[in-house]
């Protein structure tokens, strides 16, 4: 059975600090993740996808993560964190069809 | 181009009663999944309509049911709630095809009382 764990439910950086946020998945089959940032009393927004094209992945308002099949992670980094980006991430595993599979989330603080 | 819509926003019921959400998918998609997420937990996943057919569901009892119509907009019926119903309901909405991105709406949030 497919599951996400994500290591820290508050992560609290200062602003302009690096933001790493992670994320350990557990396939039985190669699998597809994404992340998704949650604004309080709104929906999910995707931020980025893998899907086996590239282990890097770009994704939106200037964050990344990188695939390890070594050590089943994909964690989220962004070089300089932005005040805006204050909300709670999710990371999410699909291996058949488009069901999700989600972490329990982590809630990101960002310090002026 | 309008995203994920749900309707109502919010909703407040008592024990026993049913309810009825509802979704319009974004322009294009054709699947439809919904989603329950506690307070301070992930959202977790109840089903998924494609061509108005139930395609996949998860560990959620017979009380939740749901529908797909012609136009691809869909429903969320749950009965006989009680209060660890209360939850935001999310819908999510994408095109057909292995692992296609979902895109959210912003939910209905349901409080039993």
């Known amino acids: 059975a497919q599951s996400v764990t994500q290591l820290g439910s508050h992560v609290s950086v200062s602003e302009g600090a690096l933001v790493l946020l992670r994320c350990n998945y557990s396939s039985s089959v190669p699998p597809y993740l994404f992340w998704y940032v949650q604004y309080p009393n709104q929906g999910l927004q995707l931020l980025l996808k893998y899907t086996s094209a590239a282990t890097l992945v770009k994704g939106i308002n200037g964050f990344e993560a990188e695939f390890k099949k070594s050590e089943t992670s994909f964690h989220l980094t962004k070089p300089s964190a932005h005040m805006s980006d204050a909300a709670e991430y999710f990371c999410a595993v699909s291996e058949y069809g488009n069901k999700l599979v989600f972490g329990a989330g982590t809630i990101l603080r960002v310090k002026s | 181009d309008a995203g994920v819509t749900q309707s109502p926003t919010h909703l407040i019921k008592t024990r026993g009663q049913q309810v009825t959400l509802r979704c319009s998918p974004k322009s294009g998609h054709d699947t439809v999944s919904w989603y329950q997420q506690a307070l301070g937990q992930g959202p977790q996943f109840i089903f998924q309509?494609?061509?108005?057919?139930?395609?996949q569901r998860g560990n959620f009892p017979d009380r939740f049911s749901g529908h797909q119509f012609p136009n691809y907009s869909s429903e969320l019926n749950v009965n006989a709630l009680w209060l660890g119903d209360s939850a935001l309901y999310l819908c999510?909405?994408?095109?057909?095809?292995?692992?296609?991105?979902?895109?959210f709406g912003d939910g209905t949030r349901l409080s039993i009382l």
């Open positions: 309509y494609y061509e108005e057919e139930e395609r």
């Open positions: 999510a909405s994408s095109f057909s095809g292995l692992n296609q991105p979902q895109h």
